[in-house]
């Protein structure tokens, strides 16, 4: 269960389904008045996720306030370890390409991704495989090499580890489980380590297709040491390199003591399997980019201000099922009816521009223009006020995706339907 602090209320923010929560009944938008019989009134967020948390096995009563019910709901959790799935999610794209988002590296990722690959081969006539990879910050690297092996063959280099003393090469050690499925493996910048490791096994053994932005490049081994009094501090042991000896890692090179990312000039090419050229020093660059598209400030002031949880929540009352997930869109009368319901609430955002409209009054008053340019700057403001009330108009199709997507996740999981 995740929870959140709104308008001064700890407010359930997600549910995992088959967890504690689930079980217990508990629904997004439940507010959390009671924890043990104890007020959480006065509480704090971190205050209130403390007395949640306890030996698995353990109970607890959690009293909620559900939106559109007048008496308070008691909710019984037996506590349990929660270990969230790293697949919370497979499926098709059309009839032919199948689709795994894996959200991290954890100890069962290589069981999951295997299950769910298997799934799909036996559910459908699988001509082709989407591995979403974006957003996963990595973990174990031992999974990245096992998922890897699913579909590099026996024999073939997955990834080389370089200390100061010694190399470790580490090789697919079974049978590919499928070693000719078109693959394409999804990336961001916040694709990190091992799932970076994975992503450059893919490419450097032309094994399939980096598609999207370039991964955040951390290629890195650490030890934890403890310093004593509760600290603690990582050192970097050793570094991960790609098959065909690409550093993963961005390197910093140092120009008069300052710290830059390395010039293109003392970058070093390396080939892949198939004599592909490949940069390294800077992640896993995609062989097809795709730069992500920055939100509107509005967007996300209504995601921050949580506006589109709140209006999700107010819909999930008037509407007792909706479409599939995939095909559920709002019409434009609902659309109007969120829009009325936004006028109500408001959404207070500054932007980069307004900013620097006030450093350009600062400087010229520092300065001693601002006398004779003042009448200039308040006719770009009012201008500028003027354009920025469209906002809601202009990031409308943006603003509906998210708002739809809010919507859906009030009734799907991850998975599939409440």
């Given at each position: 269960m995740g929870?959140?602090?709104?308008?001064?209320?700890?407010?359930?923010?997600?549910?995992?389904q088959e967890f504690p929560a689930y079980k217990a009944g508990l629904k997004v938008?439940?507010?959390?008045?009671?924890?043990?019989?104890?007020?959480?009134?006065?509480?704090?967020?971190?205050?209130?996720?403390?007395?949640?948390?306890?030996?698995?096995?353990?109970?607890?009563?959690?009293?909620?306030?559900?939106?559109?019910?007048?008496?308070?709901?008691?909710?019984?959790?037996?506590?349990?370890?929660?270990?969230?799935?790293?697949v919370p999610y497979y499926g098709m794209?059309?009839?032919?390409?199948?689709?795994?988002?894996?959200?991290?590296?954890?100890?069962?990722?290589?069981?999951?991704?295997?299950?769910?690959?298997?799934?799909?081969?036996?559910?459908?006539?699988?001509?082709?495989?989407?591995?979403?990879?974006?957003?996963?910050?990595?973990?174990?690297?031992?999974?990245?090499?096992?998922i890897a092996n699913f579909f590099i063959d026996k024999g073939n280099t997955i990834v080389n580890v370089k200390s100061r003393d010694q190399d470790s090469v580490y090789y697919a050690t079974e049978p590919a489980i499928d070693p000719d499925i078109p693959l394409v493996i999804l990336t961001n910048n916040s694709t990190a380590s091992a799932a970076e490791v994975l992503s450059g096994a893919i490419q450097d053994n032309d094994r399939g297709?980096?598609?999207?932005?370039?991964?955040?490049?951390?290629?890195?081994?650490?030890?934890?040491?403890?310093?004593?009094?509760?600290?603690?501090?990582?050192?970097?042991?050793?570094?991960?390199?790609t098959p065909s000896g690409r550093c993963i890692k961005i390197k910093n090179y140092y120009a008069g003591g300052t710290g830059v990312e390395t010039p293109d000039s003392l970058k070093k090419y390396f080939k892949t399997k198939n004599g592909r050229l490949e940069r390294d020093a800077e992640g896993i660059i995609?062989?097809?980019?795709?730069?992500?598209?920055?939100?509107?400030?509005?967007?996300?002031?209504?995601?921050?201000?949580?506006?589109?949880?709140?209006?999700?929540?107010?819909?999930?009352?008037?509407?007792?099922?909706?479409?599939s997930a995939r095909q559920f869109a709002l019409?434009?009368?609902?659309?109007?009816?969120?829009?009325?319901?936004?006028?109500?609430?408001?959404?207070?955002?500054?932007?980069?521009?307004?900013?620097?409209?006030?450093?350009l009054r600062k400087m010229a008053a520092s300065e001693g223009y601002l006398r004779s340019i003042e009448p200039a700057i308040i006719n770009l403001e009012a201008e500028y006020k003027k354009r920025k009330q469209q906002d809601i108009s202009v990031a409308k199709k943006e603003i509906k995706e998210l708002l739809e997507a809010e919507i859906a996740s009030r009734y799907y999981f991850e998975s599939g339907p409440h």
């Amino acid at each position: 269960m995740g929870i959140r602090e709104i308008d001064r209320q700890i407010v359930v923010f997600q549910v995992y389904q088959e967890f504690p929560a689930y079980k217990a009944g508990l629904k997004v938008g439940d507010v959390i008045t009671e924890v043990d019989g104890i007020s959480t009134k006065e509480k704090n967020l971190f205050e209130v996720l403390s007395s949640l948390r306890g030996m698995p096995g353990t109970k607890l009563l959690v009293q909620v306030q559900r939106p559109g019910e007048e008496t308070p709901i008691t909710a019984n959790i037996t506590r349990e370890e929660i270990k969230l799935h790293s697949v919370p999610y497979y499926g098709m794209i059309n009839d032919q390409i199948g689709y795994i988002m894996l959200t991290g590296m954890t100890e069962n990722s290589g069981d999951e991704v295997l299950r769910a690959f298997l799934d799909l081969k036996k559910q459908n006539k699988l001509n082709g495989l989407v591995l979403d990879l974006r957003d996963n910050f990595g973990g174990y690297v031992n999974q990245a090499i096992k998922i890897a092996n699913f579909f590099i063959d026996k024999g073939n280099t997955i990834v080389n580890v370089k200390s100061r003393d010694q190399d470790s090469v580490y090789y697919a050690t079974e049978p590919a489980i499928d070693p000719d499925i078109p693959l394409v493996i999804l990336t961001n910048n916040s694709t990190a380590s091992a799932a970076e490791v994975l992503s450059g096994a893919i490419q450097d053994n032309d094994r399939g297709l980096i598609i999207g932005q370039k991964t955040y490049g951390k290629g890195l081994v650490g030890n934890l040491f403890d310093m004593g009094l509760g600290a603690e501090m990582v050192i970097t042991i050793a570094h991960y390199y790609t098959p065909s000896g690409r550093c993963i890692k961005i390197k910093n090179y140092y120009a008069g003591g300052t710290g830059v990312e390395t010039p293109d000039s003392l970058k070093k090419y390396f080939k892949t399997k198939n004599g592909r050229l490949e940069r390294d020093a800077e992640g896993i660059i995609p062989d097809f980019i795709i730069e992500s598209k920055k939100p509107a400030p509005i967007s996300l002031c209504l995601v921050d201000s949580f506006v589109l949880f709140k209006y999700a929540t107010r819909y999930k009352l008037d509407h007792s099922s909706i479409s599939s997930a995939r095909q559920f869109a709002l019409g434009e009368s609902e659309y109007d009816k969120f829009f009325a319901f936004l006028r109500k609430k408001g959404c207070n955002y500054t932007t980069s521009t307004e900013e620097k409209i006030k450093e350009l009054r600062k400087m010229a008053a520092s300065e001693g223009y601002l006398r004779s340019i003042e009448p200039a700057i308040i006719n770009l403001e009012a201008e500028y006020k003027k354009r920025k009330q469209q906002d809601i108009s202009v990031a409308k199709k943006e603003i509906k995706e998210l708002l739809e997507a809010e919507i859906a996740s009030r009734y799907y999981f991850e998975s599939g339907p409440h």
